[in-house]
Nanobody
Framework: QVQLVESGGGLVQAGGSLRLSCVAS????????MAWFRQAPGKQREMVADITSGGRTNYAESVKGRFTISRDGASNPVYLQMNSLKPEDTAVYYC??????????WGRGTQVTVSS
């Protein structure tokens, strides 16, 4: 089992910044991918960004150039730096941990609200 705890959400004005953190604990293996997803009311959960234990990153088109995912190698925590926030970024943000062996775990989420 792997437990994930997110933090750093909150209320911010459009154009502002927030930094989310995710800490994983439990049966963690070095070969993993950590990701941030988000889900807005009435919408499906969508991938925002992910990063492998080797540091390779992937971003949704809607956040490229504004958000940065980072981690220190395969270790904890994983961060999501969010700049130039827009009202459409408002959502619950979830941390995800997955491995090549089909393991996948989710955190409980942290609310991000961007006011116009």
């Amino acid at each position: 089992q792997v437990q994930l705890v997110e933090s750093g959400g909150g209320l911010v004005q459009a154009g502002g910044s927030l930094r989310l953190s995710c800490v994983a604990s439990g049966s963690i293996i070095r070969l993993n991918t950590m990701a941030w997803f988000r889900q807005a009311p009435g919408k499906q959960r969508e991938m925002v960004a992910d990063i492998t234990s080797g540091g390779r990153t992937n971003y949704a088109e809607s956040v490229k150039g504004r958000f940065t995912i980072s981690r220190d190698g395969a270790s904890n925590p994983v961060y999501l730096q969010m700049n130039s926030l827009k009202p459409e970024d408002t959502a619950v943000y979830y941390c995800n941990y997955r491995t090549p062996y089909s393991q996948s775990y989710w955190g409980r989420g942290t609310q991000v609200t961007v006011s116009s």
